[in-house]
């Protein structure tokens, strides 16, 4: 679903944004949010979204563990390469991975790398990074629609809650100026 459709501003953003004033705020809910976004994609590229979240995360938690070691920075870096390799040249000589490619696979890519770069300048603190907190930085759809890669240290505080009364000056100065 592009950001730009019917569906998207009519349906998809308005429930999001209700589960997200329902839920209190937070990171969970914007999340819950981002991942129904992907999935709305299709499930098989969602998969394999999901699996490269899953294995990113444990390839960043393995270099946390071993900052001093140029073959883990390596190895991480070179995971997340491969797999925009994997999925943006070699699916037209694979007809099975077209049916799993991922939305995004070049911008959740640089996302991962940039996280693991933070990492390797100590500019994050990946060893107490949760899963969540990883999965908010990769995943999280207003910035997966708007763009540009924003560092893992940007989304890393605390999601906002909302303000008190349905509509916030935020929201309306949105409409004003959109």
């Not at 073959?71 to 070699?90: C, D, P, Q």
């Not at 509509?167 to 100026?177: M, P, T, V």
Request: proline residues 7%; glycine residues 8%; aromatic residues 20%.
């Amino acid at each position: 679903m592009v950001f730009s459709t019917v569906e998207f501003l009519f349906i998809f953003l308005p429930v999001a944004y209700g589960a997200f004033r329902l839920a209190g705020g937070g990171k969970p809910p914007l999340i819950v949010a981002s991942v129904t976004y992907l999935a709305l994609f299709g499930a098989r590229g969602f998969a394999s979204t999901a699996l490269f979240c899953l294995l990113g995360y444990s390839v960043l938690k393995f270099y946390a563990a071993r900052p001093a070691s140029r073959a883990a920075f390596w190895t991480a870096i070179s995971f997340n390469v491969a797999y925009l390799f994997i999925f943006k040249y070699f699916q037209d000589g694979v007809p099975c991975l077209k049916d799993f490619a991922p939305v995004g696979v070049s911008y959740f890519t640089f996302k991962a790398i940039s996280a693991v770069v933070d990492a390797g300048y100590k500019k994050i603190d990946a060893t107490s990074m949760g899963f969540l907190d990883y999965l908010f930085y990769l995943v999280y759809f207003p910035s997966l629609v708007a763009g540009p890669i924003a560092r893992f240290r940007d989304l890393a505080p605390p999601a906002p809650s909302p303000a008190k009364g349905f509509f916030n000056d935020d929201l309306a100065e949105g409409f004003i100026y959109s």
